[in-house]
């Protein structure tokens, strides 16, 4: 299931005879996107893999930006799925297929640091967000990029 099959307020709709083509939409997407309609967005990878699909999103409550994706992988029907916090900008929202893509390959992924439902990490810890941050080569908010610095 995709955003727009998710869209209870119209934010994805067509727009109707404005004279802005047949791709034109009246709302904000996907420039800005409800939380709630990206739920269950399925996530691919660069080679079309389908690796997961988003579960939660969490927001860094004391600056207000969205800091992960928790996605599944693997499992059946829920049992035995392992959970990953995938940094938000380590996400592409592919708008032609309607889904997110992640630059990582399925055996990269398996070995990701991840967890289960019953076992939640601290995510507010700076350890741990660096780790997962390295691991997927992003940057956590509020860290300049000095590599572009002469």
Do not use: C
Request: aromatic fraction near 10%; avoid cysteine.
């Amino acid at each position: 299931m995709n955003y727009e099959d998710r869209d209870a307020y119209g934010i994805y709709k067509p727009a109707r005879n404005n004279g802005a083509g047949p791709d034109a939409h009246t709302g904000p997407g996907p420039h800005l996107m409800g939380a709630d309609t990206l739920i269950g967005n399925e996530v691919y990878n660069k080679q079309s893999e389908e690796l997961g699909d988003i579960k939660e999103i969490m927001l860094d409550m004391r600056t207000g930006h969205v800091s992960y994706a928790v996605m599944s992988f693997g499992g059946f029907l829920g049992m035995g799925e392992k959970l990953f916090a995938v940094p938000w900008d380590a996400l592409k929202l592919d708008t032609e297929n309607k889904r997110f893509v992640l630059d990582v390959n399925k055996e990269r992924l398996e070995s990701a640091p991840g967890f289960d439902k019953n076992h939640w990490p601290d995510m507010a810890d700076v350890a741990w967000e660096k780790g997962i941050h390295a691991y997927y080569g992003t940057r956590p908010y509020g860290q300049a990029d000095t590599s572009s610095i002469v």
